[in-house]
């Protein structure tokens, strides 16, 4: 299966789900099927600035994680991701246009606003879903081990979204763990 048909079958994923991404989430999107494994299916995407870094980025809630994906132009790729057993909890605040989620994952908030009104909303009460859910239901889903893990790296080296840099600082943090 070519990548363009994985990225395909995301953007049908997203079609189902009735989420539209703006011009501006492009860039992220495209980045999904290096980031998402196979069989992981996205819940909802939203879209929206990291309060933080005043980033665009997009928030991915998959069967198995969340998922954080910021493309910016100058600084390449950056993606963070957690189990939804470290989430410990989900947020959202809307005003007249627009909403904010805020995701409190171990010692750490990560804040998103501009993302749409009826959008943090969904995104949040999805989320909550899948934080509900029995543990032993969480566990049954296999972790991808250090050697997926590596492969994913590698694939994202040789599609040139990370640099030799960058990858050898990712593939030590893997094997450190």
Known sequence: MSEMSRLDEIKEELEKL??????????????????????????????????????????VATD??????????????????????????IQYETSLMLGSIDVHVSDNIVEIDGVGKYEA??????????????KDYIQNIPEPTVLDQLEQL???KESGVLSEEEFNEQKRKLLDQ
């Open 18 to 59: 009735d989420i539209n991404p703006t011009i501006f989430a492009r860039k992220e999107i495209r980045e999904l099927p290096e980031i998402l494994s196979r069989t992981e299916k996205i819940i909802y995407l939203v879209e929206g600035r990291n309060k933080t870094t005043n980033h665009h980025i997009v928030l």
């Open 64 to 89: 198995r994680r969340l998922v954080f994906v910021d493309k910016e132009f100058m600084y390449g790729l950056k993606v963070e991701d957690f189990s939804y057993d470290k989430v410990s909890s």
């Open 121 to 134: 909303e969904l995104f949040c009460e999805r989320v909550r879903d899948f934080m509900a859910r029995p």
């Open 154 to 156: 590698g694939r994202l």
